[in-house]
């Protein structure tokens, strides 16, 4: 399993698939503070279906240029650890960055 390339989160009905599993948002450009490092990392979602859920944060930030990326290359043992690597994502992230990744107005 691994993320695809970054695309603009606006056109993600062009890139995300309408199944299972992680989409990740970030700034296009800088980083966010958070406190105990910085990140272009803002959202992290584990969901049944990539292209809703990547249409549904768009449409609720539809000002923002924002990048999503999605996981692919996934076999029958990925798609079943995907709450497991979604958990592990979030863990890591407060880890490293003192926070949970978060949208920031």
Same mark, same amino acid.
């Given at each position: 399993m691994r993320f695809c390339p970054w695309y603009p989160l606006s056109e993600a009905g062009r890139h995300a698939p309408p199944e299972r599993g992680v989409l990740q948002v970030r700034v296009a450009e800088g980083l966010l503070r958070y406190p105990t490092g910085q990140s272009a990392m803002l959202?992290?979602? @584990?969901? &049944? &279906?990539? !292209? +809703?859920?990547?249409? !549904? =944060? +768009? +449409?609720?930030?539809?000002? !923002?240029g924002w990048l999503a990326r999605h996981t692919i290359e996934m076999n029958d043992d990925d798609?079943?650890? @995907?709450?497991?690597?979604?958990a592990r994502l979030l863990r890591d992230f407060r880890a !490293? =960055?003192?926070?949970e990744p978060e949208v920031r107005a």
């Open positions: 959202h992290y979602e @584990l969901t &049944d &279906d990539v !292209r +809703a859920a990547a249409a !549904r =944060f +768009a +449409a609720a930030h539809p000002e !923002r798609r079943a650890g @995907l709450d497991s690597f979604h !490293r =960055f003192g926070a």
